[in-house]
């Protein structure tokens, strides 16, 4: 079990960490490089920086949002979205993020992850070049 400093608090059946997550994704799907870091900059404030109580997995969600809050460069923001969706992945193993199924989905070209709140795939990694490109992998049921 992992102790945030964010209530884990469904909200329309989903926390409002996880769907941050997914608006950044979305962000990225859509090649909107300021959404994207406003996005993860909402992110960080949900998770509060300065807790004493941090764990390796609370440490990277932060490390890898500030990162992309930093940026506006789309390539650095789906670069550091790969590892920030594998701790986002792990969290979501761990904690009821959700009433609604989250779906793991893979990026062949990219050989990394992200997590979706539907089955359709539409890859952040590349947008609209190659959007419908990835499949399935793991399915947390509520």
Avoid at 29 to 43: C, R, Y
Wanted: some cysteine; charged content about 20%.
């Amino acid at each position: 079990m992992f102790l945030f400093v964010f209530t884990i608090q469904a909200q329309n059946n989903t926390t409002p960490l996880l769907k941050s997550y997914y608006e950044m994704k979305d962000a990225l799907v859509a090649s909107d490089a300021a959404t994207a870091s406003a996005k993860a900059g909402e992110f960080v404030k949900l998770v509060n920086p300065n807790s004493i109580l941090k764990t390796d997995l609370q440490v990277a969600l932060i490390t890898y949002a500030e990162r992309i809050a930093a940026t506006h460069d789309l390539a650095k923001q789906r670069e550091l979205f790969a590892p920030f969706s594998l701790n986002i992945y792990k969290l979501a193993k761990a904690e009821k993020l959700s009433d609604d199924a989250i779906y793991q989905q893979y990026c062949p070209m990219k050989k990394t992850y992200w997590l979706s709140n539907e089955t359709a795939v539409k890859n952040p990694y590349y947008g609209k070049m190659m959007l419908t490109c990835g499949s399935v992998t793991d399915t947390i049921k509520p």
